[in-house]
Each structure stands twice: as structure tokens, then as C-alpha cells.
């Protein structure tokens, strides 16, 4: 299958799928409900994506504040240090909260379920995990 081709089923059978969906649960539920429900996830979404994006930074700032002054590479994971910035979730995991709440503001049950997903603590601490181990990967080596 094509580039071309991919892109295309994409821009056509997402859009798709979050219809059949809709009108499967609506057919349930009702079309006021589905409404209301797709209403509620939008702010919702929204206030995840803002809490995601200032814990974010506070993850970082602690990260590069972590920093050796001999060179060393920066802390991705704060999970060993003490005092108020600690914590023993990652600046990555924590950068994943964002995305998350993209998903649940963009109407439509899949992305709703995507997004839940990605709110998993599981999810995103494996996520981060491949996200870190490529980080480093990519990173020349320190001496």
C-alpha cells in the first residue's frame, strides 16, 4: 500500500469509525447523551492538557536544575532525589499527560478511549520508557 494510499484511508476511516461508533452508542443511549458526553469531554480534555503541560515543566525545571556541573547528562527521572520536586514520576511520563487530553478533547469515542488509555499509569510509564531509552540512545556518549 502506498504512502498516499495509507493517508487516505486515514483521513477517511477515522472519521468513519467515530461515526459508526457514535450512531452504535447512540442507538444505546440516545443522541442527547452522546452530545452531552462529547460536550463534557472537550473541557475536560482541555484541563488535562494544561495540568499535563505545567507539571510538565515543573518536571523539567527539576530535571535541569539537576543538572552536574561537571558535564553530566540531565536527569530524566527525577525518582531519587528529595525535596519538594520529588517525585517518582518522570518528566516523560508526565509530557504524555498532554497528548492524553488532546485525545479526550477531539469528540469521538475513539479518541476518548485512546486518551483514557494513555491516562493509564501503566501505559505511560512504558511509553516513557521507550521515549527515555531513545532519548539516551540518541544522546552522545559522555566521558
Avoid: H, N
Amino acid at each position: 500500500m502506498t504512502t498516499g494510499a495509507k493517508i487516505l484511508l486515514v483521513l477517511f476511516g477515522y472519521p468513519l469509525a467515530e461515526l459508526v461508533v457514535a450512531v452504535g452508542v447512540a442507538s444505546i443511549v440516545g443522541w442527547w447523551w452522546v452530545l452531552v458526553i462529547f460536550v463534557v469531554c472537550i473541557p475536560v480534555g482541555i484541563g488535562i492538557m494544561r495540568y499535563g503541560a505545567a507539571a510538565t515543566g515543573r518536571s523539567w525545571s527539576a530535571a535541569v536544575a539537576t543538572l552536574r556541573p561537571d558535564g553530566g547528562a540531565p536527569a530524566l527521572a527525577i525518582e531519587g532525589s528529595s525535596g519538594p520536586a520529588a517525585s517518582p514520576v518522570s518528566a516523560a511520563q508526565r509530557s504524555l499527560l498532554i497528548p492524553a487530553g488532546a485525545l479526550i478533547a477531539v469528540p469521538g469515542f475513539l479518541t476518548d478511549i485512546a486518551g483514557l488509555v494513555l491516562l493509564l499509569p501503566p501505559v505511560r510509564r512504558r511509553i516513557a520508557r521507550r521515549v527515555e531509552s531513545a532519548v539516551r540512545r540518541s544522546l552522545p556518549p559522555s566521558t
